[in-house]
């Protein structure tokens, strides 16, 4: 019975730096001719040759046509192969795989090329099954059932006209203009932003006009005034941030909030009595309460685990990835427009240096995570997998496949797969922890 390619190749493995190993391949000339040789019986015996049968045009002219085709077909031969005989290796504790070095593929000649491999490193994880927490949960006191209470009154109630001086929390109908100087193609939001007319205001944050509270709290009907606008760097509408613009507002109107009665916020709410009311809002924060308990615990837990697990090289090949992600992280919380861009080019080194060790702990606990799974035999089903797009696709307001291809596309989805997996690992220890 006739080898399999994988098991006819050579590979030499070499250390080649923390956690990473460099695979030599080489295929020698007869497998490399014999297979290139079953590449071009087949795409003769499918392709179409003017002149000739399907099959019976002459391997020369076949090899010529389609020798783009050809070493394509090859190239994925022998790095499955490749890739089939790297992964065989039960020493080897795989976490990533790439090219480094391909070179060309040349008929009735030895063919060689590099991969390039991270390892997981070897971490001892302690006596994970024991581990013990004692998280309290918060009591929820009477005060906090009245705080929340009192802020559906006034979360419910409306808007009337009120006498005298604006004050905090209170809604302006205003006419409103500032001094920028709007560009031509300045959008409908951007507009609204610079002015104004019968427009609301609210004295509360988030803020429609930064400095907007302090500047009109006091503010009276029919009075004009100004004041400086600061907007932050990173403000949603690109073309401000960063600015200071001069405001001038007219008030029109200004309308209090009136909290509703105990009769009103029963009959606005649906529930039966004020004191049903307040038993559900009990139940609702003695949940936040157990939630954040948990959420508590699972970071005991890891603490703990972290502790036992001492010190382990970490792959820098996955450091530097997730210094990377990090990066563009804060690179789309900063960066507004151009001059946001070449400011946080030129202080790149510094938030590199901030991040990098966010990303060490972030990478160090992932591996030891993914070294618990692996014991424990957890994985994801893709019933998980797909609870978790489902979730996701009605965050970012797109339909589940189509999420799915763009993380398949980008190479997330198996970070995706990790997270759910080192999730479930957290969950399991963190609920023996507490029993």
Same mark, same amino acid.
């Given at each position: ?201 609210? *004295? ?82 003695? *949940? ?29 090949? *996955? ?117």
């Amino acid at each position: 019975m006739a080898k399999k390619l994988s098991e006819v190749i050579k590979l030499e493995i070499k250390e080649s730096g923390v956690c990473t190993k460099e695979f030599a391949v080489a295929i020698d000339a007869e497998t490399a001719k014999s297979e290139q040789n079953k590449v071009v019986s087949y795409i003769a015996g499918v392709a179409s040759m003017p002149g000739f049968r399907p099959g019976k045009a002459p391997m020369g002219m076949v090899s010529k046509k389609y020798a783009a085709e050809i070493n394509e077909e090859l190239r994925n031969r022998f790095v499955g192969a490749a890739v089939e005989k790297i992964e065989s290796d039960e020493t080897l504790d795989l976490l990533s795989l790439r090219f480094k070095e391909f070179g060309e593929i040349k008929a009735g000649e030895e063919f060689s090329f590099t991969m390039e491999g991270v390892v997981a490193p070897v971490i001892n994880p302690g006596d994970y099954k024991n581990l013990k927490v004692d998280v309290p949960m918060d009591a929820i006191e009477d005060k906090a059932i009245e705080e929340r209470l009192d802020m559906y009154r006034a979360m419910y109630g409306t808007y009337a006209d009120a006498e005298g001086a604006a004050q905090a929390e209170d809604m302006l109908k205003v006419d409103y203009k500032g001094d920028f100087a709007l560009p031509e193609d300045a959008s409908a939001s951007l507009k609204r932003q610079v002015e104004a007319t019968d427009a609301f205001m609210w *004295l509360n944050e988030p803020e429609n006009i930064p400095g907007c509270i302090k500047a009109l709290t006091g503010a009276e009907v029919g009075k004009e005034y100004t004041f400086d606008a600061e907007y932050p760097a990173d403000y949603r509408e690109a073309a401000l941030a960063g600015k200071k613009v001069s405001y001038t507002v007219k008030v029109s109107a200004v309308q209090r909030r009136k909290k509703l009665t105990d009769a009103e916020l029963i009959e606005r709410t649906g529930s039966k009595d004020i004191e049903t009311l307040r038993n559900n809002i009990r139940q609702g924060l003695e *949940l936040d309460a157990k939630n954040q308990q948990r959420r508590n615990a699972s970071e005991a837990v890891f603490a703990k685990l972290n502790e036992q697990a001492g010190e382990f090289d970490l792959p820098d090949a *996955l450091v530097e990835n997730e210094v990377q992600k990090m990066l563009q992280q804060k690179a789309r919380e900063i960066v507004k427009s151009d001059e946001d861009a070449e400011k946080f080019k030129a202080e790149l080194a510094d938030h590199r240096a901030a991040v990098e060790a966010d990303a060490k702990t972030a990478v160090r606990r992932a591996l030891i995570l993914r070294q618990i799974a692996k014991l424990e035999n957890i994985t994801v089903e893709e019933s998980e997998l797909d609870s978790q797009l489902q979730m996701m696709s009605r965050y970012y307001g797109c339909k589940p496949r189509e999420l799915r291809d763009m993380l398949e596309k980008s190479g997330s989805i198996d970070e995706l797969r990790v997270d759910i997996v080192n999730g479930k690992v957290l969950e399991k220890l963190t609920e023996a922890a507490l029993n």
